[in-house]
T-cell receptor
Framework: AQSVTQLDSHVSVSEGTPVLLRCNYS??????LFWYVQHPNKGLQLLLK??????LVKGINGFEAEFKKSETSFHLTKPSAHMSDAAEYFC???????????FGAGTRLFVKA | ETGVTQSPTHLIKTRGQQVTLRCSSQ?????VSWYQQALGQGPQFIFQ???????GRGNFPPRFSGLQFPNYSSELNVNALELDDSALYLC?????????????FGPGTRLTVL
C-alpha cells in the first residue's frame, strides 16, 4: 500500500534563506514521486518528479529534491526563498502496481520579508 | 495548446441532490483523474479513466461515478449528496496512464452542499 507523510504542516522562512520541506513515503512497488505547488486560487503545478533515473531531481524555480530509498524520503529544497514561493506544497506518490495517486496533506510555506 | 478546463467553477446543491461536474482534457491526453480536495487537506484520488474505461479507484463509495467520452473529456457524477461532499473537485489529465507521467490540473469546481 502507498502512503505519503509530509512532516510539517507549516514552514516559515525568511526571504533569502534556505527552504526544506520534508516528505516520507511508502510504496509496495517502484514509486514515481512528485512535488506539486498550489498557489491561492490557482491550479496545481508540477515542480519536479522522480521516476527512477537520477536520485537528485531539479525542478522549476530553483527547487530540487533528493530521492533516498534507504530513508524512504523525498525532501524538497531550495537554496534561497523568494516571496513568490509562498504557497501550499504537496508531495505525491504514484506507483506502477496500481493506478492510484496519493497526495500528502500538504505543507504551507510562509516567506517573511 | 489548450489546458485542462472544468465547469462549472462554483456550484451549490442541497443534501440528497445529484451533481455532474465536467472536465476537458489537455489536447493529446487520453487519461483523466478526478480528485476531491476538502478545505485544508490534500487532494484525495477518486478514480482514473483511461480510453473511456475506469482504470483505478480510490476509497470513495459507488455514488461517485464517472464517464470518459471518445474525445477524452470526462464527467464526475455524485448522487445523494452529503454535507461532507462539499469540497474542491479537481480534474487532471495526462498523456497515457503511466504512473510517471505528469498530471495537468484544471482550476477545479467548488461544490457546496447545504
Amino acid at each position: 500500500a502507498q502512503s505519503v507523510t509530509q512532516l510539517d504542516s507549516h514552514v516559515s522562512v525568511s526571504e533569502g534563506t534556505p527552504v526544506l520541506l520534508r516528505c516520507n513515503y511508502s510504496s509496495s512497488y517502484s514509486p514515481s514521486l512528485f512535488w506539486y505547488v498550489q498557489h491561492p486560487n490557482k491550479g496545481l503545478q508540477l515542480l519536479l518528479k522522480y521516476t527512477s533515473a537520477a536520485t537528485l531531481v531539479k525542478g522549476i524555480n530553483g527547487f530540487e529534491a533528493e530521492f533516498k530509498k534507504s530513508e524512504t524520503s523525498f525532501h524538497l529544497t531550495k537554496p534561497s526563498a523568494h516571496m513568490s514561493d509562498a504557497a501550499e506544497y504537496f508531495c505525491v506518490v504514484s506507483d506502477t502496481g496500481g493506478f492510484k495517486t496519493i497526495f500528502g496533506a500538504g505543507t504551507r510555506l510562509f516567506v517573511k520579508a | 495548446e489548450t489546458g485542462v478546463t472544468q465547469s462549472p467553477t462554483h456550484l451549490i446543491k442541497t443534501r440528497g441532490q445529484q451533481v455532474t461536474l465536467r472536465c476537458s482534457s489537455q489536447s493529446g491526453h487520453n487519461t483523466v483523474s478526478w480528485y476531491q480536495q476538502a478545505l485544508g487537506q490534500g487532494p484525495q484520488f477518486i478514480f482514473q479513466y483511461y480510453r473511456e474505461e475506469e482504470n483505478g479507484r480510490g476509497n470513495f463509495p459507488p455514488r461517485f461515478s464517472g464517464l470518459q467520452f471518445p474525445n477524452y473529456s470526462s464527467e464526475l457524477n455524485v448522487n445523494a449528496l452529503e454535507l461532507d461532499d462539499s469540497a474542491l473537485y479537481l480534474c487532471a489529465s495526462s498523456f497515457e496512464r503511466d504512473s510517471y507521467n505528469e498530471q495537468f490540473f484544471g482550476p477545479g469546481t467548488r461544490l457546496t452542499v447545504l
